[in-house]
Each structure stands twice: as C-alpha cells, then as structure tokens.
C-alpha cells in the first residue's frame, strides 16, 4: 500500500512565492496540497492551479478570525457566532471551487471574559452548525487538537476531548485531524491512539519533535509510523505541516527513501 502525502504550502518551499509553490509541490512528486487558508487568493485562480499541475487539494481551514492580530480560531467565541457561520459559508464557496472534500475547524483560544459553560456551548452550537452545513455539501469537519507549547490557552488540546466533542455534537458529520507533531508533545502513545482512533481520523499531519522540522530530525520513529499506518490501511492524507531544517529540498530526503 502506498501512503499519500500533501504538501502543506504554508510550510513547504517558502523559497518561492505562493503562487508558485504549486508548481513545486508537482516537481517534487506531491499530487496534493494544502495550507492553512485560501482566503487571500480568487478561488478560480486557485482551481487553475490545481488543475495546471494536477493537483488535489487535500484540505484548508475555516477562516479563523484575525490571524495577524493573534487570534487561531472563532469556534470558542461568543461574540463571534455570526462570523463564524459566514466564514462557514466561505468556506464552503471555496472548498467546492476546489473540490477539496475536507475543512478543519481550529477551535481557538477562549477569551477570559466568558465562562467555561458559555464557551463549551458556544464551541458546540457552532461546530453543529458548521458540520451539518458541510454535510450538505457532502465535506467532512475535521477539528484539530493542538499543544499547549505552540499556542498557549488553545481550547481544545488531547485526542480525549476531541472525542468527547463529538460525541456531543449532534452530527455525523464531525471527525479528527491528527497531528501527530502536536499530540506527541501533548500525548504521546501515537500508533495505539491512531488505530484506536481510526474510524474518526480523516487528516493527520506530520512533524519532527522537538523543532517542529522534517520526520528524520527529532524523536519520532517516522519509519515505524508509516509502516504502521500502511498495516492500518490508512486510506486518508498526510500532510506535511512543518518547518524545513534548512530549505524545503534538502528537507524532502526522507520522502524519496520510502
């Protein structure tokens, strides 16, 4: 079985331009991509792209409010429900521009002002929403634990409370994106957690600890995860959301070995 990876465009061959980051995704044997929004970028022209180098977008995320300000995601905001579900809303228009078939959800940082009950309802209300919304368009919700190193106060932190988030909203339309960078750092016991997990888990990512570089650069047995994952018969996309140690070719070395 042959594992399937997308270049995160985010992270990967910062060397160039956005726009021409495509193309070297292509050059470099990736047929997916993803990143973390499209927003900045006319759909169409994204769509083009992905069709000049015969690529499938893999995922993007909802738009997760003010990025630059500090903000990583509006799900958790009380003040923010109505820009949430027009931000779903845009979503949507773009991920049927480019037929990508998966949105994530970054919950966001809770603002100290609410209470936890206002903040764990609100995260609900909006995630139903988003999910049955999605399923209309028939896409997957994926929602992302992340660590606490990274992004300090973050809502949601542990493959646990994912799965007790599902379980509470009121959709089947609502599953897991592993990072396995973030849950080693939050977790651990990555390879029994996936194959506990399997059936939520519709994304993962991949990143070395500590440095968040390349598989091959920290303590991650990377060998062991893909083999394993192939045993599993893992079916989705991995993509690769970390950081070039030193630039993004020298950084593909272990990409081409397996």
Same mark, same amino acid.
């Given at each position: ?9 985010? =992270? ?10 495509? *193309? ?20 169409? !022209? ?8 015969? &690529? ?14 500090? *903000? ?10 109505? *820009? ?13 521009? &480019? ?18 009950? !206002?903040?764990? *309802? ?55 994106? +592993?990072?396995? +960078?973030? =849950?080693?750092? =939050?977790?651990?016991?990555?390879? &029994? ?33 893909? !083999? ?5 018969? +893992?079916?989705? +996309? ?11 070719? !020298? ?8």
């Amino acid at each position: 079985m042959k594992l399937k990876f997308a270049a995160n465009l985010t =992270m990967l061959f910062n060397e160039y331009d956005f726009i021409d980051r495509f *193309e070297q995704a292509r050059k470099h044997n990736f047929d997916a991509v993803e990143y973390l929004f499209p927003y900045d970028y006319n759909p169409l !022209e994204l769509q083009n792209l992905l069709k000049e180098y015969n &690529l499938k977008q893999a995922l993007h995320n909802l738009p997760a409010g003010n990025w630059d300000s500090g *903000e990583r995601g509006i799900a958790c905001n009380p003040d923010k429900i109505k *820009e949430f579900k027009t931000g779903v809303e845009t979503a949507i228009d773009y991920a049927k521009t &480019l037929n990508c078939t998966k949105l994530n959800c970054l919950i966001g940082i809770p603002e100290k002002k609410f209470s936890r009950k !206002e903040i764990d *309802e609100c995260v609900l209300e909006n995630l139903e929403y988003a999910s049955e919304k999605l399923k209309k368009e028939k896409i997957s919700l994926l929602i992302e634990a992340v660590n606490t190193i990274d992004i300090p106060g973050f809502y949601l932190n542990t493959t646990s409370q994912a799965k007790q988030i599902i379980s509470q909203v009121k959709s089947d339309n609502l599953f897991l994106q +592993y990072d396995i +960078y973030h =849950m080693q750092i =939050m977790e651990g016991n990555l390879s &029994l957690t996936i194959k506990e997990n399997l059936d939520l888990i519709k994304h993962i990512q991949i990143a070395d600890h500590p440095g968040r570089n390349e598989p091959g650069t920290g303590e991650i047995n990377y060998n062991f995860i893909f !083999e394993f994952l192939k045993s599993l018969k +893992y079916e989705g +996309y991995i993509g690769c959301e970390y950081i070039p140690k030193t630039n993004t070719e !020298e950084g593909l070395v272990w990409k081409k070995l397996l």
